[in-house]
């Protein structure tokens, strides 16, 4: 049976205010992520810093837009923050996550860092050492793909119980329920990520595609209806992001911008974030305040 509060007497109100102005901490009670007016958007347990231990987050995507690159650089930057980090991943390899994981966090180019005829192996040599340098949290990888929740629920608290606070599911389309199928299996998914975050007072962070309408429609931009999977999807998330497709666009070989859309937020307002990736080196951030007019569709 949970627990019961009586917000109207001293005992109850005395603990209130005690915790009110307790001061947060990153990696105990919020992850920081790269972008300013997605930490200041994001309060209550977040304190205007950060998305708070026990949300869940949906960040949604098309394919090739950049949604798992963004997710790196969120655990990226979290794990640089004090934040322990376990990244399950569907599609990539172990190796290809550390790859861009070390472009990212180093600011150094990751096409020396790939196998074939442009790799480098000083440049690699330096990538690494670089990371080495650092003192951050732990960034957990899969060794394997796994596609049954259950199994990745397992995972998640083995993690857990070696200190990881902040999961990234990549992506929760692509996993299944034994025994269940259609829109049915993604709500399954959906509810199974965000009890673990809420029965264990940590993050997740789960990617999704859009449906098939909203992800050929580059006319509008898309809304957290358009998710894959229905309004389960929208519904257990307490922040919804959505990379805006119908606004994206490439500045020549050097990198591309577009805007990110906060469309549902339980903790505080909704919005777009003005944001820029780096072909280069993968780092993705939030435009300054005199490039904004720059982007596609201005300040709107």
Not at 154 to 164: E, I, N, P, Q, R
Not at 264 to 290: C, E, F, M, V
Request: glycine letters at 10%.
């Amino acid at each position: 049976m949970s627990d019961t509060f009586d917000v109207n007497r001293k005992p109850y109100l005395d603990l209130l205010l005690a915790d009110q102005q307790r001061v947060l901490r990153p990696g105990f009670d919020y992850a920081p992520t790269p972008f300013p007016s997605w930490n200041s958007r994001s309060r209550d347990d977040g304190g205007g810093s950060g998305i708070a231990m026990g949300w869940h987050i949906v960040l949604a995507g098309n394919p090739g837009f950049g949604k798992s690159v963004l997710a790196i650089n969120l655990a990226a930057h979290a794990a640089a923050n004090g934040v322990a980090v376990g990244y399950v991943s569907l599609e990539m390899s172990h190796k290809q996550l550390a790859v861009r994981h070390l472009a990212i966090r180093t600011g150094l180019a990751i096409s020396p860092m790939e196998r074939g005829t442009s790799y480098n192996h000083v440049h690699m040599t330096e990538a690494t050492q670089g990371l080495l340098g650092h003192s951050d949290e732990p960034f957990a990888v899969c060794d394997e793909p796994f596609h049954d929740i259950h199994d990745v629920v397992s995972l998640m608290a083995d993690w857990k119980a070696h200190g990881v606070t902040m999961f990234i599911v990549d992506y929760m389309q692509l996993m299944g329920s034994p025994g269940v199928s259609g829109p049915e299996e993604v709500a399954h998914v959906s509810r199974a990520i965000r009890g673990f975050a809420k029965a264990n007072k940590v993050i997740t962070v789960g990617l999704s595609q859009f449906n098939r309408e909203t992800s050929k429609n580059y006319e509008g931009s898309p809304a957290i209806q358009g998710l894959h999977g229905g309004m389960s999807m929208e519904a257990d998330a307490d922040q919804v992001l959505m990379l805006d497709h119908s606004q994206y666009q490439r500045v020549d070989d050097v990198g591309a911008m577009t805007w990110l859309r906060l469309g549902k937020n339980r903790h505080g307002p909704t919005g777009k974030i003005p944001i820029w990736l780096s072909y280069k080196n993968l780092q993705i951030r939030q435009a300054l305040a005199d490039e904004v007019s720059d982007w596609p569709g201005g300040d709107e």
